[in-house]
Every structure is written in structure tokens, then in C-alpha cells.
């Protein structure tokens, strides 16, 4: 049971992760067919994967054979059918790291021996190059978390030719901008798919808000899942701002009264993944902020009575005490500083769980 729960979990990574860059790099001209929903893919998946257990050679059978060989075969096997035809691209060969860090993450100690494994039985012939190749890349993103500050720095311009001088070091230019130009369609690719579910659910407000949530996480997860920018896409302080300030969840929250709204939102962060104190502390900040906004509409209309009936020094007298009369010091004068310029703080929109 253990070995079968192991070989779903790798096998996805190889499977389910990389047969984007198979089918994106075959030219061949295939007859269009309905696309599967993620159900029935990952049954006939499953299906599939029993089925080459099944196929082992019978001596494997009887050997008994520990699970990271068995595993080792039987993705080796994999890599093989599904890549055979492309496996001399450079794009492909960068995308098999995703099947290593999954073997790290999975065996500890033996992840990359077993990569090695897999590939060598995989492919002999290319099985120097594919390795060298996604250890570059493993430099490579070292390099970036390394450099993190030094590019942070930079200007937007200087940041950009400092990494593709590093990648141009690695990979040379050619290999270079065939990876990364790949991947910059792919990253506009999944950036289309999310804004897709995005812009429906914004202004589709028969959607319930559990249902909402719910499709915003799968498409994020869908689209981003492990990659590096999953890794703040993922987080629930990125999904809460998507999902907060879709028009159609802000008028849902601002037709309930202030006690079922404040329930509504507690709901949704816990469905978002906030754990219960740092909920608690929200709802306190919610609270603040809805005591800020009651003054802050009365202020406003206290104001406009004030243009209407005084002008030149008068009226900044009397916008000076009014101010006073519904903020503290502090706001007052930050407020007052903010008018100068022409930011009227509540004339902003209101947005429920934000501000």
C-alpha cells in the first residue's frame, strides 16, 4: 500500500507536471479531443499506473523488490513513453528538475541518486547531458535565492541584465533564451487562466461565497502549484486580496448588516487558511476600521456643508476644528496634509476586509 501511495505521488510530479512541455513541443498535427476534467485524468491516471505495476516482468514480481527500486523502474518507465520523442530539447530536459525536487522532498538523502537512476535507465545516451543540465539549473535558482538582495536593489532595468547574464553564464545564450522564452508563454499562459476565473467571479454574484473561494484556490493551485511564484501566489494573504476585492464579493458583504458581515468575512479567512487567533485580530482590526469609516462618512458630510457656506481662511478655520471634532490630533493633522494635495481619504472605495 505504501509503495502504491509513493509511486502516486512521485509519478504526478512526472506525469501530471511535465506533460505540458511534451505536448507543447510536438509540431505533429493531432485531431482536437474533448479535454478530461482533473477527475477523470487523475482516475485514468491511476488506472494506467496499476496497470504498468501489473506489467512488471514476472522475476521483478517474484524478487520482492524494495520500494525505491520498484519506484525507480517504474518512473524511469514512464519518462521514457512519455518524452522519447523530445527528450534532445534543452526545455524539456530543464523541466525534469520538477521530478527531482520531488524525489528530494520525498526521499531525503536519496532523492538525486535516485534521479540519476531514473534518467540512466531512461535514456544512457543523453543521461550525462540531462543531468548536467537540471544541476545548472539547481545553480542557478541557489543563485537567486543568494542574490536576492543584491537584485532587489537594482533598478528594474539593471535587475533584468544582471540575471540574463547569469543565465547566458550557465546555460550559454542560445540554450538561454530557448528555456526562458518558453517559460515567459507559459507564465502569460497561466496568468490568462487565472484572470479568466477571476473576472467571472467578480461579476457573477449568484456564486456562493464558500463555492468562490473554493475556485479561486483550485485555479491558483491549478496554474501555479509548485513553481516559484506558487510560492507567494499560494499564500493566503494573495488569494484573500483577489477574492476580497472582486465587485461582486464586496456587494454581497455591503448589503448584510454589520454583525453578519463580520461573521461572513471570519468565515472566509478560515476557508482562506488563517488560523483562529490571527483571525480574532483581524476582526479587531475590522472593527477599528469600521469605527474610522462611520466618522470618516460624517466627516465628509459635515465638509461639504463647510464648502458651501465659507471660503479663504475661514473655511481652513473651520475644517480645522471640524477635523478635531471627529479625529484624534494625529489623524487630524494627517488628514488636513493629505487635503493639501488633493487625497480625500474617504472619498476612496470601501472595501470590506481591506480597508
Known amino acids: 500500500m505504501k509503495t502504491k501511495i509513493i509511486l502516486s505521488a512521485v509519478s504526478l510530479a512526472l506525469v501530471a507536471g511535465l ?25 485514468d491516471m491511476q488506472a494506467k499506473q496499476t496497470e504498468n505495476v501489473r506489467a512488471l516482468p514476472d522475476h521483478l514480481k517474484k524478487r520482492e523488490m524494495p520500494e525505491v527500486d520498484e519506484l525507480v523502474i517504474e518512473l524511469s518507465k514512464r519518462m521514457r513513453e ?28 536519496q532523492g538525486h541518486m535516485m534521479f540519476e537512476q ?25 543563485w537567486l535565492v543568494d542574490s536576492y538582495l543584491d537584485l532587489e536593489a537594482l533598478n528594474a532595468v539593471a535587475k533584468d541584465n544582471t540575471i540574463w547574464n547569469k543565465r547566458i553564464e550557465i546555460f550559454g545564450e542560445s540554450d538561454a533564451r530557448k528555456i526562458w522564452n518558453e517559460q515567459v508563454a507559459q507564465e502569460e499562459q497561466r496568468e490568462r487562466n487565472v484572470k479568466v476565473v477571476l473576472n467571472e467571479l467578480s461579476t457573477d454574484p449568484n456564486v456562493p461565497m464558500e463555492e468562490r473561494i473554493y475556485l479561486v484556490q483550485s485555479a491558483m ?51 482562506l487558511g488563517f488560523p483562529e487567533e490571527r483571525i480574532a485580530q483581524l476582526e479587531e482590526e475590522d472593527q477599528r ?67
Do not use: C
Open 19 to 43: 506533460v505540458i512541455y511534451s505536448t507543447s513541443n510536438n509540431t505533429s498535427t493531432a485531431p482536437e479531443v474533448p479535454v478530461a476534467s482533473t477527475e477523470e485524468r487523475l482516475q
Open 82 to 109: 512519455q518524452f522519447a520523442n523530445n527528450i534532445e530539447d534543452i526545455v524539456v530536459q530543464v523541466r525534469l528538475r520538477d521530478l527531482l525536487i520531488s524525489l528530494e522532498q520525498d526521499f531525503p538523502g
Open 118 to 142: 531514473i534518467v540512466r535507465a531512461a535514456f544512457p545516451e543523453l543521461a550525462d547531458q540531462i543531468i548536467a543540465v537540471v544541476d545548472k539549473m539547481g545553480d542557478y535558482e541557489d
Open 221 to 271: 493551485e491549478e496554474n501555479y502549484g509548485d513553481t516559484p511564484a506558487g510560492l507567494m501566489m499560494g499564500t493566503a494573504s494573495v488569494t484573500t486580496q483577489l477574492i476580497f476585492r472582486m465587485d461582486a464579493v464586496q456587494q454581497e458583504l455591503a448589503g448584510m448588516d454589520p454583525e453578519a458581515r463580520q461573521e461572513t468575512i471570519n468565515q472566509m479567512r478560515l476557508q
Open 289 to 355: 476600521r469600521d469605527e474610522q469609516w462611520t466618522k470618516g462618512y460624517a466627516y465628509m458630510e459635515a465638509r461639504t456643508a463647510l464648502l458651501e457656506s465659507y471660503t479663504g481662511e475661514d473655511l481652513e478655520t473651520e475644517l480645522d476644528i471640524l477635523r478635531l471634532t471627529h479625529f484624534d490630533d494625529r489623524t487630524a493633522y494627517s488628514l488636513k496634509q493629505e487635503e493639501t494635495i488633493g487625497m480625500m481619504r474617504f472619498d476612496r472605495p470601501r472595501v470590506y476586509g481591506m480597508n
